[in-house]
């Protein structure tokens, strides 16, 4: 058995541990040495860690675009591939349809009742002018040519998506509405597609949501505006949403933050950890520091002679670390080497 464990089974036989811990134990260098005791310094703590929860992310509503396809075919070419960055008017796709090749030669046929509407409104005007015409039939040339224009602009704008292939009258490229990056580009090379179909979603930020549940002990803790990391990087996002209704199958309610895309997909599943700013006393010592005692929760300090049995209060832990109160600003906490100074601290002098 080791001499440790030996000491200690020894004071719980003969009863010499003490419920408390307050008096300070003297302790030399040397023997503090032997005991494998060192210490660290408790360093003013940056960031506390309210919560670690597993997240989902998603596309963000405001910063997701969907590329619907204008007039149905078959796809005959795939142009920008999934998770490619594209810019405004970039081709996504190639598609072989009849209904592009229709709608093209109808465009025509509007821009040529446009123009004939446009001339019978301007005759009709100088005619009204001169007395000639009554203003009904200027009026009813001027309702005309506004239905021309409408009915030419509506087709001009649906065409204004796709971009026509040179000796190829019924083939047409499905162009990017906005700079973004290409989600969910399913379509199949040879696979008919109906118009009105998403063809694709665009990322047009640079930004993910990451979606979780929040427990109902975090409801109320946890805001809007709080800094956001994945576990062992840097806070680069935030709380964006907190939900204040619990669901009924899940108990928790849900937490939106929104996280830099880099190097993330949407649909992946990770963990994201919320953080908040701790008071200007808070310090951040080892959580091998800490130690129980009864409902307490105490570290040992460095002191002159040997170390002190200190309580504090645990605001969180953050992997190896702790953040707490109760230390002073120049404290050093024991983080080996705790074992060691309880038995000591509880046995009787």
């Not at 709080?226 to 576990?231: E, G, M, S």
């Not at 996002?237 to 880099?262: K, Q």
């Given at each position: 058995m080791r001499p440790l464990a030996l000491a200690l089974a020894l004071a719980v036989l003969f009863g010499l541990i003490r419920p408390l811990l307050a008096a300070d134990i003297d302790v030399s260098p040397e023997q503090a040495a032997a005991l494998g005791v060192e210490t660290q310094p408790a360093a003013p703590a940056t960031v506390l860690m309210t919560a670690r929860l597993p997240a989902t992310l998603v596309l963000p509503g405001s910063g997701a675009r969907a590329v619907v396809v204008p007039f149905g075919g078959v796809v005959t070419r795939r142009l920008a591939q999934e998770g490619e960055a594209v810019a405004a008017g970039q081709a996504l796709l190639e598609l072989h349809s009849a209904e592009y090749l229709a709608a093209r030669a109808a465009q025509r046929d509007r821009q040529a009742r446009l123009e004939q509407a446009r001339q019978q409104a301007a005759r009709d005007t100088a005619l009204l002018r001169e007395g000639i015409v009554p203003a009904r039939q200027a009026q009813q040339s001027q309702a005309a040519l506004a239905a021309a224009q409408a009915e030419f602009g509506a087709g001009r704008d649906l065409l204004a998506a796709t971009a026509a292939v040179d000796g190829q009258p019924a083939v047409y490229r499905l162009l990017a509405p906005a700079a973004g990056v290409v989600h969910e580009g399913e379509l199949r090379l040879g696979e008919p597609v109906p118009a009105g179909h998403s063809a694709a979603l665009l990322l047009s930020g640079d930004r993910l949501w990451a979606e979780a549940q929040?427990?109902?002990?975090?409801?109320?803790?946890?805001?809007?505006?709080?800094?956001?990391?994945?576990?062992?990087?840097?806070?680069?996002?935030?709380?964006?949403?907190?939900?204040?209704?619990?669901?009924?199958?899940?108990?928790?309610?849900?937490?939106?933050?929104?996280?830099?895309?880099?190097?993330?997909?949407?649909?992946?599943?990770?963990?994201?950890?919320?953080?908040?700013?701790?008071?200007?006393?808070?310090?951040?010592?080892?959580?091998?520091?800490?130690?129980?005692?009864?409902?307490?929760?105490?570290?040992?300090?460095?002191?002159?002679?040997?170390?002190?049995?200190?309580?504090?209060?645990?605001?969180?832990?953050?992997?190896?670390?702790?953040?707490?109160?109760?230390?002073?600003?120049?404290?050093?906490?024991?983080?080996?080497?705790?074992?060691?100074?309880?038995?000591?601290a509880r046995q009787e002098p």
């Open positions: 929040l427990p109902p002990t975090l409801v109320g803790r946890v805001r809007a505006g709080q800094a956001v990391r994945l576990p062992g990087g840097e806070p680069a996002g935030r709380v964006i949403a907190v939900g204040t209704v619990l669901d009924p199958a899940s108990r928790a309610a849900l937490l939106r933050a929104e996280l830099p895309a880099a190097g993330l997909a949407a649909g992946q599943t990770l963990e994201i950890e919320i953080l908040d700013t701790p008071p200007a006393a808070a310090r951040r010592v080892p959580a091998a520091a800490l130690s129980r005692d009864g409902d307490q929760t105490l570290v040992f300090l460095a002191v002159d002679g040997g170390f002190r049995p200190q309580p504090v209060e645990v605001l969180g832990r953050d992997g190896e670390y702790a953040v707490v109160l109760g230390l002073p600003a120049d404290a050093r906490v024991v983080a080996r080497g705790v074992a060691a100074l309880k038995v000591l």
